[in-house]
């Protein structure tokens, strides 16, 4: 909703409030106010001109020399190139040293060879949107209404002193759609008074009714009706003022009787619709359902094919409006309109919103009755458009309104306590103070003790409940005012438990790695729930699926982890790396809630450096993803706890995939997909694995030691030994650190030979033993000692022999 800081003032007095102060208090009322826009921001030099001779430019065909007076007594030539611009017209003219919109400064200057002092102006050169600006003005110059005074600050005159406060409205306010809306509003929080517009007009001796009849059918869609009939309308533009309030509300000027139906709409939240009486077809109008194939040509000249869904307005045979959302092109109002019938009617807002979806047409009016008008408001409405139309339109308002309604429209009436308000709030609201801000809201109020009898206006149908009643109060108390306090107790509350600490590193540490979070649905496919499971259970299935793709609890996150991957790939993003941590659900038995198990997957494919200035390229690979669980497990402080298996997974490569072991305990695996599956999702070679969360973050450890920085040297041994290649090189190098004890600090894999110079059947795996004392220096004696037992223990143990 935009809201003119200048046309608001004319409903509640804002003296010794500015528009940014208003768009602050407004948001801290809870409405709010996504920004002030200045329209005149930036410009100065505007004035009033009036062209007094107009000839064609000697020395170019579309520019016209023009000889204007900008008040001062003294004509001055300005060159336009503007097909309208003509003698005798009173015009923006931005004169020399003017800014115009984007810093434009305006100079003296020469066109073919002729002195042009300023320049005439469109509205769009004044910063007015093009959507905006009337037809007739929108390839050439703005010409003003001939009362206009020359020389005075054209600026004001098209209302561009003014600044316009776009409201971000919620759904529930629909009463702030209209400026007598946000005037309450307003009103309520600077403690003023709204001022509604008198209205008043003469009447013709003649009555509506004769005229006119009207039969709704759709009683639950339409209960409330009113025409009235407006004869001798003379159709013209509308008066200045009408037309830049609409231009600051958005709505583009068309013509003062279709803008006075815009302009009372704005004012008063309620849509109207103006029919060409004698294009009509009848003096019946009947409202009801659309027969299904039924069509009708809307005023944007397409033809539209309604069903029984749809509401319409018709002549009692043909429909000549879509209820709420656009009027028929057979009944608009025209140049040569001469009678008006005037719509002012009640519709269910569902109604007009189905209508409103299925023909793509969004309008000022349907988006209204979406949300909600005021029933009470729809006579006034009514009223204020037959003053305007014969003020402005010369129009004969016949006596009295045809009117059908089927339901009564009362207020609201809620009780509450002052207690409840204030335990609600944590505060200390008085009862007086509290009935004060029913008062400002206009709200009829009650006091009986500490009880609250609130009647709610039929324009905030938002408030229901006790609990909207509560909100009122504290919005307009002021949130600022709600007291801050801290908790009181034995333990302070807020802290994250040691899990969620753990967790939150977990995430943080992924992230820095390069990986994403993506998060994936519970819900899978019966295919699907079971894949890379790492528990195996009975599946947990819903009763009433959405679709068979979810209609089952996962045991997995991985894939769909690999669907994401997939669908990234198929838009060409070849470099992925995704993350999840959520639960898996495992089964605990019919009519029994499944068991919640926290896993983190992370799947990864494509290139994991690519450093284009040193040609350096590293796709990913299984030492990629183990490094980061790795790192993973470091954090954790589980270096020691861990162990990784040689494993064979279903869906996994059987040679590129190891098993995650806490102790004895199976809490992951890690590894390449298998090629097949790779194939099956388009995908290039992918990384995934998958562990225990909560056992890695449960498991106790130790706390941390530290040690004195070592002040002796260690001595390193590399050896060699040749193993059958069953032999898996982790079991040699647990073997190797058994037999070392404490004085063997690190034991490392280097270099893995498999070729002709050693027998069929074997491979030679090279260690590095690191031995260290902190207490003295080593001799080498010393470390023989400890190196022979190892030497012993491999041939012992894996049969491993010293290569030669």
Known sequence: ?????????????????????????????????????????????????????????????????????????????????????????????????AVLPGNF?????????????????????????????????????????????????????????????????TPNRSDALSMLGVAHEVAAILSREVKYPEISYDKSSEKASSEVSVKVDATEDNPLYIAKVIKNVTVAPSPLWMQTQLMAAGIRPHNNVVDITNFVLLEYGQPL?????????????????????????????????????????????????????????????????????????????????????????????????????????????????????????????????????????????????VEKVNRILGMNISAEEMKSIFDRLQFGVELDGSTLTVTVPTRRGDITIEEDLVEEVARLYGYDNIPTTLPVGQAIPGKLTSYQEKRRKVRRYLEGTGLYQAITYSLTSEEKAA??????????KLSLPMSEERSVLRLSLLPHLLDALRYNVARQIDQVALYEVSSVFLSQGKDTQPLEKERLSAAITGLWHSHSWQGEKKPVDFYVAKGIVDGLVSLLGLTNQIEYKQAKREGMHPGRTAEVYLGDKLVGFVGQIHPTVQKELDLNETYVFELSLEDLLTFDIEETRFEVIPRHPSITRDIALVVDKNVIAGDIEKVITEAGGKMLKDVSVFDLYEGDRLEEGKKSVAFSLRYFDPERTLTDEDVTKVHDKVLKAVEEKVNASLRG
């Open 1 to 97: 909703m935009f809201v003119s800081y200048k046309w608001l003032a004319e409903y509640v007095d804002l003296s010794g409030i500015t528009p940014d102060e208003l768009a602050e208090k407004i948001t801290r009322s809870g409405i709010e106010v996504e920004g002030v826009d200045v329209l005149n921001e930036g410009m100065k030099g505007v004035v009033i001109g009036h062209v007094v001779e107009k000839e064609q430019h000697p020395d170019a065909d579309k520019l016209n020399k023009c000889q204007v007076d900008l008040g001062d007594g003294e004509l001055v030539q300005i060159i336009c190139g503007a097909k309208n611009v003509d003698k005798g017209q009173k015009v923006a003219v931005a004169t020399v040293g």
């Open 105 to 169: 400064k305006i100079k003296k200057a020469k066109l073919r060879g002729e002195v042009s002092n300023g320049m005439i102006c469109s509205l769009q050169e004044l910063g007015i949107e093009s959507k905006l600006v009337a037809k007739e003005y929108s390839e050439g110059i703005f010409v003003f209404p001939s009362d206009v005074e020359v020389g005075k600050d054209a600026l004001a005159q098209l209302n561009l002193d003014d600044a316009v406060l776009e409201l971000g409205l």
């Open 273 to 417: 619709h103006a029919f060409d009486y004698d294009r009509f077809g009848s003096k019946e109008v009947l409202v009801r359902r659309a027969n299904d194939g039924e069509k009708i040509v809307t005023l944007d000249d397409q033809e539209r094919t309604l069903t029984s869904d749809h509401l319409v307005i018709t002549n009692g045979t043909e429909p000549v409006a879509l209820a709420g959302v656009m009027g028929g092109a057979n009944s608009e109002v025209q140049n040569d309109t001469k009678t008006i019938l005037l719509e002012s009617a009640l519709f269910n807002g569902q109604r007009i919103r189905t209508a409103s979806k299925d023909h793509g047409l969004r309008s000022e009016a349907s988006a209204r009755y979406e949300k909600g008008v005021d029933p009470n408001r729809v006579q006034a409405a009514a009223e204020r458009a037959a003053q305007l139309i014969s003020l402005y339109a010369g129009g004969e308002v016949l006596e009295g309104s045809v009117e059908v309604q089927s339901a009564s429209f009362e207020p609201a009436v809620v009780q509450t306590t």
């Open 531 to 540: 894949k890379y499971a790492l528990e195996s259970a009975e599946l947990t």
